[in-house]
Each structure stands twice: as structure tokens, then as C-alpha cells.
């Protein structure tokens, strides 16, 4: 009965001990600032993936009616599955990952802008559609106006349109491309300054 309280308390003790010594947590405490900026780059590249891949889903229906429809869904496609792939690559501590993300970010810059200019030169370019249109019904005019007036209204508004999209994509897709690019360093550093415990830990608890 003695011997079976003694190895009792002894199975006690060692549950009640601490999986990772003093040395480990403070390896880990050390090593969270680092992780938590590989961490973040993640979140935002499934932000991206997730958001990018929603308007390449919404694109498709209307794609086939034009080329340039099915290139500009087939484009977000390719973006969205690099993003995700980026930030699978992210979460594994792979510094190349953040050149792929930033370079994927300039590339959707130019696919929108090269998109968005393409439009602008259709609109400029071609017939406006009121024309065409009060061709077809003369009768329109009356209740519409001179189709001239109409189709320099719809030129005025497709080049502002197109514009701001432009700046926007300048704007969102640059800065990201930079966010992106400035985490190699980090993730760099992460790796010469981490112990290949706490990385591998990371890694597992990314792939699990």
C-alpha cells in the first residue's frame, strides 16, 4: 500500500511539471515580437487572397462577353491562389514568400491599370452608346436630349471612374507591394535569431 502512495505522488509530480523549462519560455517570450511581424504578414496576405479571390469569383459570370473580361478574371485567379500559396509559405518562415507577395502585388496593379486604361480608350474611342442608340430610336431625343451632350457626359464620367480605380490601385497594390517586400528582412532576421525549436514549433502549430 506504501509503495503504491509513493509512485502515486511521484506520477503526481511529473504531470504537475512544466513542459518547457524556464530557459524555453523565456526562447519563447524572446522570439514572439519577431514571430508576431511574420505573423501579421500572413493575416494580411489571407486578407488579400480572400478579398481578391471574391471579386475574381464575381468576375467569371460576366467574363466571356469580352476578352478582356476573361483576361482580367483569369488574372485576379492567378493573384488570389499566389496569395494564398505566399501565405502558406509565410507561415513556414520562408523569406522568398514575401518577394512573391510584393511582386504579386505589382502585378495586379498592372493588370487593373492596363485594364482600367483599356476601358478608358474603348469609352474615348468608340461610338457612345446614346448615339447609337437615338440612331436606332430617334424618338429618344426628345425626352433625353442631344445625344452628343449625353455621350460627352458618359466619356466625362468613365474617365473619372477609371481614373480614381487607377489611383486606388496605385495607391492599396503599392503600399502593400512595399508591406510585403520589407518583411523579407524581418523574416530573415527571425530565422538567424530563433532557435530551431521555437521555428519548428511554429511551423507544426501552422501546418496543424
Same mark, same amino acid.
Given at each position: 500500500?506504501?509503495?503504491?502512495?509513493?509512485?502515486?505522488?511521484?506520477? @503526481?509530480?511529473?504531470?504537475?511539471?512544466?513542459?518547457?523549462?524556464?530557459?524555453?519560455?523565456?526562447?519563447?517570450?524572446?522570439?514572439?515580437?519577431?514571430?508576431?511581424?511574420?505573423?501579421?504578414?500572413?493575416?494580411?496576405?489571407?486578407?488579400?487572397?480572400?478579398?481578391?479571390?471574391?471579386?475574381?469569383?464575381?468576375?467569371?459570370?460576366?467574363?466571356?462577353?469580352?476578352?478582356?473580361?476573361?483576361?482580367?478574371?483569369?488574372?485576379? +485567379?492567378?493573384?488570389?491562389?499566389?496569395?494564398?500559396?505566399?501565405?502558406?509559405?509565410?507561415?513556414?518562415?520562408?523569406? +522568398?514568400?514575401?518577394?512573391?507577395?510584393?511582386?504579386?502585388?505589382?502585378?495586379?496593379?498592372?493588370?487593373?491599370? @492596363?485594364?482600367?486604361?483599356?476601358?478608358?480608350w474603348a469609352a474615348l474611342n468608340s461610338p457612345g452608346p446614346?448615339?447609337?442608340?437615338?440612331?436606332?430610336?430617334?424618338?429618344?431625343?426628345?425626352?433625353?436630349?442631344?445625344?452628343?451632350?449625353?455621350?460627352?457626359?458618359?466619356?466625362?464620367?468613365?474617365?473619372?471612374?477609371?481614373?480614381?480605380?487607377?489611383?486606388?490601385?496605385?495607391?492599396?497594390?503599392?503600399?502593400?507591394?512595399?508591406?510585403?517586400?520589407?518583411?523579407?528582412?524581418?523574416? @530573415?532576421?527571425?530565422?538567424?535569431?530563433?532557435?530551431?525549436? @521555437?521555428?519548428?514549433?511554429?511551423?507544426?502549430?501552422?501546418?496543424?
Amino acid at each position: 500500500m506504501r509503495g503504491n502512495l509513493t509512485a502515486g505522488r511521484k506520477a @503526481v509530480t511529473t504531470t504537475a511539471d512544466p513542459p518547457l523549462s524556464a530557459e524555453h519560455l523565456a526562447a519563447l517570450a524572446a522570439a514572439k515580437p519577431r514571430l508576431n511581424k511574420a505573423r501579421a504578414a500572413a493575416r494580411v496576405a489571407t486578407f488579400n487572397g480572400w478579398t481578391i479571390g471574391v471579386f475574381a469569383a464575381l468576375s467569371w459570370p460576366f467574363a466571356f462577353f469580352s476578352v478582356e473580361g476573361v483576361l482580367l478574371a483569369l488574372g485576379l +485567379s492567378i493573384v488570389a491562389y499566389l496569395e494564398f500559396h505566399g501565405r502558406r509559405r509565410l507561415r513556414q518562415f520562408d523569406p +522568398s514568400a514575401a518577394t512573391l507577395l510584393g511582386w504579386n502585388q505589382v502585378g495586379l496593379l498592372m493588370l487593373i491599370s @492596363v485594364y482600367c486604361l483599356w476601358q478608358l480608350w474603348a469609352a474615348l474611342n468608340s461610338p457612345g452608346p446614346f448615339a447609337t442608340e437615338m440612331k436606332a430610336q430617334p424618338e429618344l431625343g426628345e425626352v433625353l436630349g442631344s445625344a452628343e451632350e449625353l455621350d460627352s457626359l458618359y466619356r466625362s464620367i468613365a474617365v473619372a471612374f477609371y481614373g480614381v480605380v487607377i489611383l486606388l490601385t496605385l495607391i492599396f497594390q503599392g503600399l502593400n507591394a512595399i508591406y510585403y517586400f520589407t518583411r523579407r528582412k524581418h523574416i @530573415v532576421a527571425l530565422l538567424q535569431d530563433t532557435p530551431a525549436w @521555437v521555428l519548428d514549433l511554429e511551423r507544426n502549430a501552422a501546418g496543424a
